[in-house]
């Protein structure tokens, strides 16, 4: 509606706490249409916000570190729990997910505001992170080293998305890597695209 704008968190590795709740709540109450709603990439969403009160917006979501830049961007890396909490998982996907984001502010600060790349974790083949749905999907596994011991890993995936009106297409498996090689992957894969100018579904279906 004219007048109105939406105000979009990334919220860092889906860390949401009672005490920015009860805040952020107050402030969506008090200046916004007293709703909030949360996407699908873990995020939030504030609808109904009057265009004169961005700036106002932006100072108090700074308040509450919720004015980090790459919402809905490359650097918005989706991830299940993994470890952490999740008994089902093989990896850590919170690790490798802030571990990632590091590499994309620090060495490709322009995938900060792209939108052409998405990427998503999950710590096991359930894919509560939707990998399979991710331009570049990382998928958490355990291997067998040649002494016979177990070691975590990650399996790649590339070309996976949601085209929307029911389209969409799962992401092909590349290949399987050491986790300590996740950076790594993601530098060759940014690199590649990065020196080719087109759209990464086209890039990843060649």
Sequence with gaps: QEGFVAIGIKVLLWEFYTNKARALSHLVENYAAGEVRLSL?????IPFVKEELVPFFYQELQKLGFAEPGYNRALDITSCPGTDTCNLAI??????????????????PEYTSNTDVVIKISGCMNSCGQHTMAHIGFQGMAVRTRDKQVAPALQVLLGGENFGNGKARFADKVIKIPSRRGPKALRLILDDFSAKPTRFDEFSNK
């Design 41 to 45: 990439r873990q995020n939030i969403l």
């Design 91 to 108: 990896a850590s996907s919170t690790g490798i997910a802030a571990e990632l984001e590091r590499v994309i502010k620090e060495e490709y």
